[in-house]
C-alpha cells in the first residue's frame, strides 16, 4: 500500500474514522485512499474554520478524536481558530496537513509555507513525515499524543502519501491512560475542605458530565464547601437529575466579587481562574490575593479516580447530592427579545439534546432558564475565538446522529464559519440553529465600555465598526442558499411555533430570531 | 496622547489611512482612537480572511499600503491564508495586531497565544512593542518595511495601547526607494539578449504596468527574444494599446513545453518559474535543464530602470512596440457556459476596469477574450491560497472608487470568504461579481487526475469531497442575505443583459451564472 493508504488505515485501525476536510492538489492521494480503504467517514466543509470546529464538536461529543485533512499552510491557517479552541479546551484533535512533495519544497512554488511553524502554537504535537515508510508510525504517535487530551498535527507530503509503504498500517496503538493523582495530593486537599476556611472547588477541563457533577455535589455538602465550574468548560451534563452546580461568571468585576471570600481553592481540570482580558485598574487574577490555589488533577488527569478518592475519605459515597427538579418554564408572548428565546428553548428543549452555546450577550437568560430543562449537555466556547459554534454543531451532529443538537448563535459570530450550514444541509445533520440577530456586536459595545476607552463611550467612527447592521444581515435567505431550511421570528409567538416545529422535524432549521441587545 | 492615538497618527502621518478591521476587547483602545485622530478611514469585515485580502487588493491599486487591525492570534490566524497570498506578490501590508496587556500574558487566559509564532511565517517583518513610549516608533519601522514591498506584523499589547505616549506620533518617514540594478548586471543581460542562443524575459512580481509592457515588448522586438510574464504576477496591465506579452501556462507539462527551447531566461522581478505542485514524474523546474537563468531584478529592484537600461542600450528606445488593438468579441447566445461569460465580460468592459480573477478552471476563456477588450488592470491571485477574490475586490474598489471593479469567481472559492459581499454592500462598492456556478472543485477533478492516484479516476469517496453540489448554492440568495442586489443566469441572454445592467449601475452586484464545468 502507498503511504497515504498506511496512514488511513491507520488511522481507522485506531477508531479514528471520521475525517472532516478541505482537500488540496496535495492531499490528492489520501482522497484516492478513502476509495481504497474502509471505514473513514469522510465530511466535506466549505471552508477550514468549519472543518476544525466540527472535529472539536465532534470530539467533545464521542469522546474520542476525529481527524482533519487540511491543504498546506494557509489550509491550516484558516483552521487554526477553532484549533486554537480545541486545544485551550482539551479537546484531541489529529490534524493530518498535507505539504509538496519533499524534494518540492526547495523551489518555493507560490503555496509553499512555514507550515511547522503555523501548526506550532496551536499544537501539542507537531511532526513532519519525511518518508512512506515512516507515516504509518508517526500517524500512531498522533493517535497517542491525541489520546492524552492534545491537539497532533502531522504533515504529508505528497511524495510521503504516493510513496510505497512495504510496511504497511499500524495496528491500534495503546492509549496512555489519564494520569493517576497521588495519594498526597488527595490528602492534601482533603486537608484543605476540612481546615474550616473557606473553601471551593473548582472544576474544569474536558468535561463535567453528570456522574461526576453528582460526585461533587456531594463532596460539597459533605465537607461544607462551594462547588464552582470554570466560566466555560469544554462540556457539562445540565437540566433535571443533573448536580445543582455554580458557575463563574464572564466578567471579572463579578467573578472577583463571586470568590471574594475564598480562602482555599482546589482546582480540577481547572486552571487558576484568571479575567479574559486586562482591563485599566481590574486585576488579571480573579481569586483573592490570599487565597491558596491548589491544583487536585490536571484536565487530563484521572479526576474521576481524585473524586472518588475524596468521596471514600469524607464517607461521603452515598451522600445525597443536590440535583435540578424538572421544572418547565412557560413560554413568553408578544415582542421577541432573548429572554423569550431562552424560555422557548428551555421549554422545548428534549430529553438528551445538545446544546451549542455561542450566543454571546444574547446568551446571559439561557443559562439560567435551561437550568432545570430536560437533560442535555451544554458545550461551551472554551478559546474564546468567535466562529466556533456552527462548525461544532456541526461536530457534534455527526458524533451523536441520534441527539438533538441546538446551536445557539449570536449573528456576528455566525457569519464568521456561516458555511457551516452547507455542510449540516448536505449531510442531513440534525441541528436547530438559532440566530441571535441584534445587528452588533454587542459583546463590544460592552467590552469598550469595561475597558475605559475614551470614558466608555464610543464614537462615531468606533460605533461603525461594533455595528453589523446596514446592511442588516437576513439570515433566512443566507441559509436558504445553503441549503437549510430557515424562517423568521419578530415575535414570542412566532418563535415558540418555529422552535417547537424545528424540534419535531428532524435535519438543519434555522431560525433567525430578531432580538433587541440585551445591553 | 496614549500609544494607540500615536500609532494611529503615525499611520495616517505615512499616508496609510485606510483600516481594514475586524476588532475585539484587547484593540478597544486603538478602535476609540479612531475619533480622536483624523485622517483614518476604518472597514469593518465580517471576517478576517475579508480584510486581509482587502489589504492585499488595495495595495496593488493604491501601490502602497493599508492597514489592518485583527484581534489576537486567532483573528490572526483567520487573516493568515490572504497575507500568505500578499506575501507571495510581494505586496505591502501593515498588520496590527492587537495582544492581551504585557503583564496580563503570565495568566494564559483563553485567548492567549503565541501571536509571533503565528505571525513569523507569512511576514517579512514581526514585532511586538514592548511599551507605549514605543509604539509610534515601532509603527514607523512597519511602515518603513512594509514600503519596500514587505508584510509587516506589528503586535499591540492592550496597556501599550492605553498607556500614555509623551513623545507622540512620529511624521512621515523615508521608505527607501527600489534597489537600483547595477550596470553589470544589465550588461550579463543585454550579452544573453545578444548572444544568438534562445532567450526569453520573463517579468513578474508586484506589477507589469502599461509602460513596463511597452518597454518589454520594444526590448522583445529589438533583441529578437520572447517575453512572457509569470503565471500569476499581482497586476498585469491588459486590452487595447498595451502591449502584446505573452503568459506561463498554470500546468506544468503545458508550461515545460512553452519555454523547452529557452536557452538563457533572464528573470525581472520573476523566480525561476516551478511547477505549483509537485506531480509523479513530472519535472518541478520548469525551465529546460540546459536552461541559463539569470536574475536580472528581483521584485523589489528598481525595475523600470533597468528595462531603461536596456532599452538604451539595445538603442531601442523608439522602437515599436507590438500592442493589442481593440476589437470587441461579439456576445454568446443559446445555453450559459463559461466562454459565452467571457465573451460578455469581454464585450462590456468599461474602459479603466479592474478585474480581479479568481475564476479558476472556469477562466481559461476569460484571459484570451478580454485581450483587446477596453484597457483594464488584471489582479491575479499570486500565492494560491483560494478565498482571494472577493476580498481583494473589497480593497481594490475601495482604493478606486471611481473605477468598476469586475470580480470573476469559482464557486468553491468564493465560499471561502463569502462576507466579503456584505462589505461590499455596507460601502457601496461598484463591485460587479460573477459566479461561476459549476457545483464542483473542478480544479481538483484536474489535479487528481494529473497526480495519477487511482489511475486518475476518483472513486465515489473521492468524488464526493470534489463536488460543492447536493445542496447547489444559490448565491442570489446568500448575496440577498448579505444587502447585494442579485440575479441568475443559464443562458447567454440573461447573463448578457444583467451584466450589461450590472456594468451600467453603480454599487455592488452579483450574477449567479450557472455553468457546467469546462473540463
Redo the contacts between chains.
Sequence with gaps: MNGAESLLTTLVNNNIDVCF??????E??F??A???VEGMR?I?C??E?VLSGAADGYARMARRPASTLLH????L??A??NI??AK?GHVPMVNIVGD??T??LQ?????T???E??A???SHWVHTSAAAGEIARDAAEAVRQAGIGQVATLMLP??VS?GDNPGGAEPAVAVAPPAEVAAFRVKEALALLKSGEKCMIMIGGREVDSQRGLMLSRIGKAAGVRICTEV?PGRVARGAGTAVIDRLPYLAELAIDHIKDIENLVLVGA??P?????Y?NVP??IAAPNCRQFVLAGPNDDIDQALEDLLEQLDAVDAKPDVHPLTIPDLGAGPLDAGKVALAVAHYLPENAIVVDESITSGFALFPATATAQPHDWLNL????I?WGLPAAVGAAVACPERKVICLEGD?SA??T??SL?TM??EHLDVTVVIFNNTKYSV?EM??A?????GGK?????A???D?G??????????????VEATRATTAEEFNEQFAAAISATGPRLIDAIVPTLL
Design positions: 476536510t478541505n482537500p488540496g492538489t496535495s490528492m492521494h482522497v484516492a478513502l476509495d481504497e469522510c466535506l466549505l471552508f474554520g498546506l499552510g494557509p489550509g491557517g484558516n487554526l481558530a486554537h479552541n485551550k509538496h512533495a524534494y518540492h523551489y518555493d512554488a507560490p503555496l509555507a512555514d507550515i511553524g503555523i506550532g502554537p496551536v505528497a511524495d504516493w466555560f486552571a487558576p484568571v479575567s479574559f482580558f486586562a485599566p488579571s487574577a472554551t478559546g474564546g475565538s466562529g456576528g457569519m464568521y456561516i458555511q452547507w444541509a448536505r463590544l467590552e469598550f469595561r475597558t475605559g476607552a475614551r464610543p464614537g462615531p467612527n468606533a461603525s465598526v461594533l453589523i446596514g446592511p442588516d444581515m437576513d439570515f433566512v435567505a443566507i441559509a436558504t442558499g445553503m441549503g
